[in-house]
T-cell receptor, first 112, second 114 residues
């Protein structure tokens, strides 16, 4: 069974700062997901990655398969980036598919 | 191509009533997952369904909860005789194939039991 640990649990930053959120997992995986959830809102998939690095706008996600670790970076943070960021990894189901196991999330607040 | 659609977005039920939550997967997706997010907790897997089949329900509470995904129409998560502890956000995700690592989430249904 995969365990997912995220850090920090809460993060407050000033607008413009560089943000890093970390995720560690315990069992080898096919892909890791980074998700975003605004207060009272739905869940948006930011990245799915299985190796290396992906970039989308000001967001960058990296993964180190050997170390079972991933990071989500936000450059030039903005108040609209304030949200909960969730790391998720798959666990095999008996049917051969995969369910997601989630970290507890990192609550990011970016102040103007 | 519409995304995963869940309705209602908000649902209020009195203790003892039934709650029905609906999820229409993305077009072409025949695999649906339900997840529950209790207040101040992370998301937890409940059930995985394919059309007309429950594949894995290891995360479902043993009583009062059931799920279906009929040949036609949305997937339904049904909670009978709701209690205050059922208050949570329920999210549905769909994927195109078995074993696909992709996950497309709906907006969720926020259930409040009063």
């Amino acid at each position: 069974k995969n365990e997912v640990e995220q850090s920090p649990q809460n993060l407050t930053a000033q607008e413009g700062e560089f943000i890093t959120i970390n995720c560690s997992y315990s069992v080898g995986i096919s892909a890791l997901h980074w998700l975003q959830q605004h207060p009272g809102g739905g869940i948006v998939s930011l990245f799915m990655l299985s190796s290396g690095k992906k970039k989308h706008g000001r967001l960058i996600a990296t993964i180190n398969i050997q170390e079972k670790h991933s990071s989500l970076h936000i450059t030039a943070s903005h108040p609209r980036d304030s949200a909960v960021y969730i790391c998720a990894v798959p666990n095999l189901l008996q049917g051969g598919s995969e369910k997601l196991v989630f970290g507890k999330g990192t609550k990011l607040t970016v102040n103007p | 191509n519409a995304g995963v659609m869940q309705n209602p977005r908000h649902l209020v039920r009195r203790r003892g009533q039934e709650a029905r939550l609906r999820c229409s997967p993305m077009k072409g997706h025949s695999h649906v997952y339900w997840y529950r997010q209790l207040p101040e907790e992370g998301l937890k897997f409940m059930v995985y369904l394919q059309k007309e089949n429950i594949i894995d329900e290891s995360g479902m509470p043993k009583e009062r909860f059931s799920a279906e995904f009929p040949k036609e129409g949305p997937s339904i998560l049904r909670i009978q005789q709701v209690v205050r502890g059922d208050s949570a956000a329920y999210f549905c995700a769909s994927s195109p194939t078995r074993g696909s690592p992709e996950a497309f989430f709906g907006q969720g249904t926020r259930l409040t039991v009063v």
